[in-house]
């Protein structure tokens, strides 16, 4: 496994610290930046040469949306085709937020796969861990689906 480059958009300092920790534990994480507000995703996410593979977003942030980052990291990759680090890149919802209809609206607007803080970081862990081990992040290979 290698480290996972890994982008972090949360506000809450005590969240993301811990979510950092944890990751880095139990799945070897490369933390190449993070944002607590719109903006600074944005610019961070939509610059060249930047090359997060992965970039997990949290919706309410102290400024903006994790939508508008969603929204522009879509964007972004889809403007490289099937070339670049931005083309490759995960992008994941992490919110406490995570009904039906958010996880839908996430969904259509780019996010790969979309997490409930509550619920769901067993899940998150081994979706890293699958994209660290070389993997899609999807449970099932590939090749069988």
Request: charged share 25%; hydrophobic share 45%; with cysteine.
């Amino acid at each position: 496994m290698h480290p996972l480059k890994t982008y972090i958009v949360e506000d809450n300092l005590l969240i993301r610290d811990s979510l950092i920790a944890t990751l880095d534990e139990l799945v070897s994480i490369e933390v190449v930046g993070v944002a607590q507000d719109e903006a600074t995703a944005v610019q961070w996410l939509t610059r060249t040469g930047h090359d997060a593979e992965l970039v997990i977003v949290d919706l309410f942030l102290k400024a903006g949306s994790g939508l508008g980052v969603l929204r522009a990291a879509h964007a972004a990759r889809a403007s490289q085709g099937s070339h670049g680090a931005q083309a490759r890149r995960k992008l994941v919802v992490l919110s406490n937020y995570a009904t039906p209809d958010v996880r839908r609206r996430c969904l259509f607007m780019g996010a790969d796969r979309v997490f409930d803080k509550s619920n769901d970081i067993d899940e998150l862990i081994q979706y890293c861990g699958r994209l660290s081990a070389g993997g899609t992040g999807d449970s099932v290979p590939a090749a069988l689906s």
